[in-house]
């Protein structure tokens, strides 16, 4: 039927004709503008913009219900639906263009992942940044529904829910990353993500352990019952290795006679091969383990019966016994290197030891104890007061 849309039709006469169960309702006043009345939805109807496409072809547009927008707001838009059409654009066509666009989910599980296994080896932290947060609140939405407000809203709120700014970063660097993936891969325009500021990010927190603090957690370390993981800690604190370098490590790296742990560069961060002396606490490690002949890695879960991927669980309870709450396991190796240093080890041989491909790098594990600081003050006092002695002795 053809009727004059006002206010007061549709406020009254949304119902459906006798023995009818879909009506529409055609505007006097606007070709193609409508309303879709229902037996099923009495009082209530759809608006509409119905036209012909570059092909002939009718398409229908829908506008929004008429309880969620005003006859005026949809009468306004289909004036300007048509004004689009007399351009020649089609603006049915671009709405179906964008739901083909994929969504986070996909770009990550069907691309992103397939793409990064080869070529990334902490992949899987990628995967668990995605899954605990980033999927929750983009995994639905679709590439081009993604705005920068949004990502850095959501940047912002991970410092909100407790998250250091590193671990804040890291998130949005990978929404960032997968991004530019798909910009590359032409499934996007343009990424919304490359203009987020980053949080400035203190990651050089230093956390060297006093004498005290370090017979404390040694004792934990030789007595508790959580051997494995003990073993582990002792072992980063002996070598000054990364947690995964540690955790990844096989027998077959192991050059017992030669006092050697040669790190492949698969599970070296510098991708380079990386030898690393075995001291005696290193070796007094190594033959607590009963994993030789039977297992490929030295550290075995005995639970699993499986190399250990994490020891986080654990190792926070070890540090709470030692009265550490603090400590990382990545402080170790920050106390192992700051040892080999007071030792009297160079910077280049420990940037070696430590794998480090800058002495920049080494710098910040540099810690010279205060013993440290004042035996040397005192050579060069002792060298400063033999010369006042020397010239004394010319004078006289």
């Known amino acids: 039927m053809?009727?004059?849309?006002?206010?007061?039709?549709i406020s009254t006469g949304l119902q459906c004709s006798v023995g009818k169960r879909r009506e529409e309702a055609i505007d006097a006043l606007m070709q193609g503008f409508f309303v879709e009345i229902r037996a099923t939805s009495p009082g209530q109807g759809t608006y509409y913009f119905r036209y012909k496409d570059a092909n002939g072809?009718?398409?229908?547009?829908?506008?929004?219900?008429?309880?969620?927008?005003?006859?005026?707001?949809?009468?306004?838009?289909?004036?300007?639906?048509?004004?689009?059409?007399?351009?020649?654009?089609?603006p049915r066509a671009e709405e179906?263009?964008?739901?083909?666009?994929?969504?986070?989910?996909?770009?990550?599980?069907?691309?992103?992942?397939?793409?990064?296994?080869?070529?990334?080896?902490?992949w899987d932290r990628d995967e668990e940044l995605y899954r605990l947060r980033i999927k929750n609140v983009f995994g639905s939405k679709r590439l081009n529904q993604v705005s920068r407000l949004q990502i850095q809203t959501f940047h912002s709120g991970l410092l909100e829910e407790g998250l250091a700014t590193a671990s804040a970063n890291h998130h949005a660097k990978l929404i960032r990353h997968m991004?530019?993936?798909?910009?590359?891969?032409?499934?996007?325009?343009?990424?919304?993500?490359?203009?987020?500021?980053?949080?400035?990010?203190?990651?050089?927190?230093?956390?060297?352990?006093?004498?005290?603090?370090?017979?404390?957690?040694?004792?934990?370390?030789?007595?508790?019952?959580?051997?494995?993981?003990?073993?582990?800690a002792l072992f980063l604190l002996a070598t000054a290795c990364r947690v995964g370098e540690a955790l990844s490590a096989q027998w077959t790296q192991i050059d017992l006679e030669n006092r050697i742990w040669r790190i492949?560069?698969?599970?070296?961060?510098?991708?380079?091969?990386?030898?690393?002396?075995?001291?005696?606490?290193?070796?007094?490690?190594?033959?607590?383990?009963?994993?030789?002949?039977?297992?490929?890695?030295?550290?075995?879960?005995t639970k699993s019966k499986a190399p250990y991927k994490c020891i986080a669980n654990v190792w926070h309870k070890l540090r709470l016994k030692a009265g550490l709450p603090s400590l990382r396991c990545h402080d170790l190796r920050h106390n192992?290197?700051?040892?080999?240093?007071?030792?009297?080890?160079?910077?280049?041989?420990?940037?070696?030891?430590l794998g480090h491909s800058s002495p920049s790098v080494t710098q910040r594990y540099a810690h010279l104890s205060v013993k440290s600081l004042n035996d040397a003050s005192d050579n060069a006092s002792a060298i400063i007061k033999g010369a006042m002695k020397q010239e004394a002795s010319v004078i006289s």
């Open 179 to 232: 991004l530019n993936l798909a910009v590359e891969w032409e499934m996007l325009d343009k990424n919304p993500a490359s203009r987020i500021h980053m949080f400035a990010e203190d990651n050089k927190v230093e956390r060297l352990m006093t004498k005290e603090q370090l017979s404390s957690l040694l004792e934990v370390l030789r007595t508790d019952s959580r051997r494995s993981v003990c073993l582990i």
């Open 96 to 122: 179906k263009a964008k739901k083909l666009v994929i969504t986070f989910d996909t770009l990550f599980y069907d691309h992103y992942l397939p793409y990064v296994k080869p070529r990334k080896r902490s």
């Open 336 to 353: 192992g290197a700051s040892a080999l240093i007071n030792s009297g080890s160079s910077l280049y041989i420990v940037q070696q030891i």
């Open 264 to 301: 492949p560069a698969t599970n070296s961060k510098s991708k380079r091969m990386r030898p690393v002396p075995l001291n005696d606490i290193a070796f007094e490690v190594i033959n607590q383990l009963n994993t030789k002949g039977i297992y490929e890695n030295l550290f075995i879960n």
């Open 2 to 9: 053809i009727v004059k849309l006002t206010e007061n039709f």
């Open 57 to 90: 072809n009718t398409q229908t547009k829908k506008l929004g219900r008429t309880t969620d927008i005003k006859l005026a707001e949809a009468r306004s838009h289909a004036k300007e639906l048509r004004a689009q059409v007399a351009l020649g654009s089609n």
